[in-house]
């Protein structure tokens, strides 16, 4: 029900937009996240954005990426800018059907197959 798309390989300093596509639901009726995980690591918070378009981000990506949502066509961004090696990661999106806590992976219902983002240095 969610399909990420747009991760792949890039230079330190580039971007890279990820999408994530939501089938059979409407996506704003759902609070929005991406989250992410490194080899090795736990999968953690990147950002969220809430039924009112509210947004709200991991202290380390703030002013770098940015979520958006396009309810037209049932599709969630992260824009991701300024890159660092240490962004390497499957990037995950999620819905959930609660509007807080969204930096809890709990505060989400369905997940997607994640997307490989690799940003060489």
């Known amino acids: ?14 971007s890279l ?4 596509a939501m ?3 409407t996506v704003s009726q759902y609070a929005m996240g ?3 995980q490194a080899p090795g690591r736990e999968r953690e918070f990147v950002a969220a954005i809430g039924w009112s378009g ?11 990426f ?10 969630v961004y992260l824009q991701m800018n300024s890159l660092k090696p240490e962004d390497t990661a499957v990037y995950y999106c999620a819905a959930g059907r609660r509007n807080y806590g969204l930096s809890s ?6 997940w997607g197959q994640g997307t490989q983002v690799t940003v060489s240095s």
């Open 1 to 14: 029900q969610l399909q990420a798309s747009g991760g792949g390989l890039v230079q330190a300093g580039g």
């Open 17 to 20: 937009r990820l999408s994530c």
């Open 23 to 25: 089938a059979g639901r």
């Open 34 to 36: 991406w989250f992410r």
């Open 54 to 64: 509210g947004s709200t981000y991991a202290g380390s990506m703030k002013g770098r």
């Open 66 to 75: 940015a979520i958006s949502r396009d309810n037209a066509i049932n599709t």
């Open 105 to 110: 992976s709990n505060a989400y219902d369905y």
